[in-house]
């Protein structure tokens, strides 16, 4: 069939609106209808040329919210018409990694999904006879795509898929990192650095938690007022500390935040957030993502003293079974999703989106096919 779809013919590109050809799902696969899809940094990082795993052309985006078209041979728990979300680790119930409570990183179809084709080392988009890569398992940048069926959270009819699109990656990511990665404790002090999309969630997983101090840690201090209004109490811009971030951190904090996650994808503040918890028991959570062949560094003496380097895909949580509470909660309130939603475009605008995204003046923008 034939879908418009926003193709990254190669890095550092703008995406260009094509009509491409969509093959329809194959075993244990199902076509999807997009019916709108977040933009999010990890779609910009892959643009960017920095991702290793970046294949081109391809077909980016994997926050979608999405209404089932048509069912592959085996599928077994999807109808045509039931709403979902993709999710970009799947859960296929079956490997080691799903049954262990200790992670979510399924690893039924790891070897293919990053490198861009489905489960059976084939592509289902074309154009003009040329095969394009899949992304993430999702590529919820086209009207129409197929993704296999364990890596599909059926979700409530009745929410809205403009809104609940958001918890196919950021939102779930950051609530997910307090409460799954991090298990943030009831008043403690958290430290959040980078105030999009990913940050803004672990400032809600926060209050969920029962943090007494939230601390929102941005370079563009025009996040601050989103961090304040999902419940951070304290803001600091690193740019207005003069001397040592580290020090000022834990002068300022009583010897350091309990909690921190940094949510840019920047090495030397993954550092700075491990180094500023406090000695004896901070926690500092890796959420973003850094480009191709960085590392990390810290003194060993700075773990030695009892602080914890984790990271966290996905929040840690297990899609199929646990997504569909995600939506839940947001239909009954106790998750905002709203006001993250900044901006809403056409899928012909889409490369406004990162515009806004890099300029600092969306929190999320959402595509409406
Ligand atoms: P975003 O661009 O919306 O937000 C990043 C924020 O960081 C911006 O507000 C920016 O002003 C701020 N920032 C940049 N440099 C800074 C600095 N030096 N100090 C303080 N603040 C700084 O991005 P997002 O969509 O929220 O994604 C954040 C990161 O999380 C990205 O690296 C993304 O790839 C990653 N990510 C990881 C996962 C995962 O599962 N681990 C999931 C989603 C996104
Ligand atoms: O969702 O924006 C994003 C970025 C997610 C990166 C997560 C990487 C997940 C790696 C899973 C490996 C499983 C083999
Ligand atoms: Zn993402
Ligand atoms: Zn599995």
């Not at 933009?39 to 795993?53: I, M, N, Q, R, Y």
């Not at 599909?152 to 609940?164: R, S, T, W």
């Not at 989103?226 to 207005?240: C, I, M, R, S, Y």
């Not at 106790?334 to 056409?346: A, C, G, N």
Request: include cysteine; charge should be negative; hydrophobic fraction near 35%.
């Amino acid at each position: 069939m034939k879908a418009r779809a926003a193709v990254a013919w190669e890095a550092k590109k703008p995406l260009s609106i094509e009509e491409i050809e969509v093959m329809g799902p194959r075993e244990g696969e199902v076509l999807l209808r997009t019916v709108a899809s977040g933009v999010c940094h990890t779609d910009a990082f892959t643009l960017s040329g920095d991702d290793p795993e970046g294949s081109f052309p391809c077909v980016l985006g994997h926050e979608g919210g999405c209404e089932v078209v048509e069912l592959g041979p085996g599928v077994k728990n999807l109808s045509v018409g039931d709403h979902v979300i993709p999710l970009y680790i799947p859960e296929c119930g079956e490997c080691e990694y799903c049954k262990s409570t200790e992670t979510n990183l399924c690893q039924s179809i790891a070897g293919t999904v990053w490198t861009g084709y489905m489960p059976d080392g084939t592509r289902r988009f074309s154009k003009d006879g040329k095969d394009i890569f899949h992304y993430m398992g999702c590529s919820t940048f086209s009207e129409y795509t197929v993704v296999p069926e364990i890596a599909l959270a059926k979700i409530n009819k009745a929410a809205p898929l403009d809104k609940v699109c958001l918890l196919g990656c950021g939102v779930t990511t950051g609530i997910g990192a307090v409460l799954n990665t991090a298990k943030v404790k009831p008043g403690s002090t958290v430290a959040v650095f980078g105030l999009g999309g990913i940050g803004l969630s672990c400032i809600q997983g926060a209050v969920m938690a029962g943090a007494e101090r939230i601390i929102g840690i941005d370079i563009n201090p025009d996040k601050f007022e989103f961090a304040k209004q999902l419940g951070a109490t304290d803001f600091v811009n690193p740019n207005e500390i003069d001397g040592s971030f580290v020090e000022y951190m834990q002068d300022t904090y009583n010897g350091g935040p309990d909690y921190s996650f940094e949510c840019i994808g920047n090495t030397h503040v993954m550092r700075d957030a491990l180094e500023c918890t406090h000695m004896g028991w901070g926690v500092s959570t890796v959420i973003g993502v850094a480009g191709a062949g960085q590392t990390i560094e810290t003194r060993p003496f700075n773990l030695v003293v009892g602080r914890t380097w984790k990271g966290t895909a996905f929040g840690g949580v297990k899609g199929r079974t646990e997504l569909p509470g995600y939506v839940d909660r947001y239909m009954n309130g106790s998750i905002e999703l709203d006001s993250l939603v900044t901006h809403t475009m056409p899928l012909e605008d889409i490369n406004t989106a990162f515009d806004l995204m890099h300029e600092g003046k969306s929190i999320r923008s959402v595509i409406i096919f």
